[in-house]
């Protein structure tokens, strides 16, 4: 069995790179690591878009880990340019939200209301547990839910919609080795009215629970889901992945339990980077997800 060292980062597509760099700075503290780009053509099936050449800009964002931690990967599409995202994606399964501490509600809610973004103070219960949140968006109406915690700030999870739990559960426990913990109510109250609720599990790689997780998530009407359109440069979340020490072990190990798995591919992220070996595969309900390694080599 081969296990992932640890998730990489998720991919936040963007109409402006530079306004959501200094977004993300202003809300949330996140440091810039650097830009990326397609300094040559890639092939777009990975991400949605077979039989087009992909150019993009963009820049890893981390918290104060750096790259000891999952960071944002931001892009801003050039070739073909960012599409909007439809209002529909909103309920569609796959990549929901991203999750993070931060030091103090009250300061986070007022630097999103400087950004005129939409705020509400919500009560998030799963199982016994209740928290105080803060729900939002990003720019380009990407989920934030925000939780007051230490340390802060930091990138603490996605979550992730699902038609279908079990599936979703046997897939990153089976087939991705992660834990996976018992499924448990969830339930997102806002001013006493019920805003979403249904079924959530917890699951981590080994060893790192407090390091970073995914929350998989299914509504209490999963049957009444719209179906996803999203593509590889449609604004928001699209692909998130995790960092592979040896990327022919990780795709011997991924075709056992998914045999449609295509082989590895050569990413260019800049001519100061050395390609970057990725493979990319989807979850049973089409997220994009990604092993790589060699992310950081110069």
Same mark, same amino acid.
């Given at each position: 069995m081969y296990s992932s060292r640890y998730f990489a980062h998720v991919n936040i597509n963007t109409a402006d790179y530079d306004r959501a760099e200094q977004f993300y700075a202003d809300v949330l503290g996140l440091s810039s690591l650097g830009p990326t780009s397609a300094n040559r053509p890639q092939d777009g099936t990975p /991400?949605?878009?077979?039989?087009?050449?992909?150019?993009? *800009?963009?820049? /890893?964002?981390?918290?104060? *880990?750096?790259? @000891?931690?999952?960071?944002?990967?931001?892009l801003e599409w050039t070739a073909p340019a960012t599409a909007p995202s439809p209002a529909e994606e909103d309920g569609a399964p796959g990549l929901r939200a991203v999750g993070f501490a931060?030091?103090?509600? =009250?300061?986070?809610?007022?630097?999103? =209301?400087?950004?005129?973004?939409?705020?509400?103070?919500?009560?998030?219960?799963?199982? =016994?547990?209740v928290t105080e949140i803060v729900l939002s968006t990003d720019l380009d109406g990407t989920r934030l839910e925000l939780r007051e915690a230490q340390p802060a700030p930091r990138y603490e999870y996605n979550r992730l919609l699902t038609r279908d739990l079990a599936a979703s559960r046997a897939f990153y426990g089976d087939v991705l080795h992660l834990i996976c913990e018992p499924p448990q109510a969830y339930r997102v109250e806002v001013d006493g009215a019920v805003l979403e609720s249904g079924t959530t599990v917890r699951a981590y790689l080994d060893g790192q629970s407090a390091k970073f997780w995914l929350n998989l998530t299914q509504p209490d009407d999963p049957a009444a889901m719209p179906v996803s359109s999203r593509k590889g440069n449609t604004a928001g979340l699209f692909r998130m992945a995790l960092l592979s020490d040896d990327i022919d072990a990780s795709y011997a190990d991924l075709?056992?339990?998914?045999?449609?798995?295509?082989?590895?591919? $050569?990413?260019?992220?800049?001519? =100061?980077?050395?390609?970057? @070996?990725?493979? /990319? /595969?989807? $979850?049973?309900?089409?997220t994009v997800v990604e092993y790589l390694v060699g992310m950081w080599a110069s």
């Amino acid at each position: 069995m081969y296990s992932s060292r640890y998730f990489a980062h998720v991919n936040i597509n963007t109409a402006d790179y530079d306004r959501a760099e200094q977004f993300y700075a202003d809300v949330l503290g996140l440091s810039s690591l650097g830009p990326t780009s397609a300094n040559r053509p890639q092939d777009g099936t990975p /991400f949605g878009l077979a039989g087009q050449e992909l150019g993009w *800009r963009g820049g /890893f964002l981390a918290d104060e *880990r750096g790259l @000891k931690g999952p960071v944002l990967d931001i892009l801003e599409w050039t070739a073909p340019a960012t599409a909007p995202s439809p209002a529909e994606e909103d309920g569609a399964p796959g990549l929901r939200a991203v999750g993070f501490a931060v030091a103090s509600l =009250e300061t986070v809610t007022a630097a999103l =209301e400087s950004y005129q973004r939409p705020v509400q103070r919500a009560r998030l219960t799963v199982g =016994e547990a209740v928290t105080e949140i803060v729900l939002s968006t990003d720019l380009d109406g990407t989920r934030l839910e925000l939780r007051e915690a230490q340390p802060a700030p930091r990138y603490e999870y996605n979550r992730l919609l699902t038609r279908d739990l079990a599936a979703s559960r046997a897939f990153y426990g089976d087939v991705l080795h992660l834990i996976c913990e018992p499924p448990q109510a969830y339930r997102v109250e806002v001013d006493g009215a019920v805003l979403e609720s249904g079924t959530t599990v917890r699951a981590y790689l080994d060893g790192q629970s407090a390091k970073f997780w995914l929350n998989l998530t299914q509504p209490d009407d999963p049957a009444a889901m719209p179906v996803s359109s999203r593509k590889g440069n449609t604004a928001g979340l699209f692909r998130m992945a995790l960092l592979s020490d040896d990327i022919d072990a990780s795709y011997a190990d991924l075709v056992k339990g998914l045999p449609s798995a295509q082989p590895p591919v $050569d990413v260019h992220v800049g001519a =100061e980077y050395v390609p970057v @070996k990725a493979l /990319f /595969f989807q $979850d049973p309900d089409g997220t994009v997800v990604e092993y790589l390694v060699g992310m950081w080599a110069s």
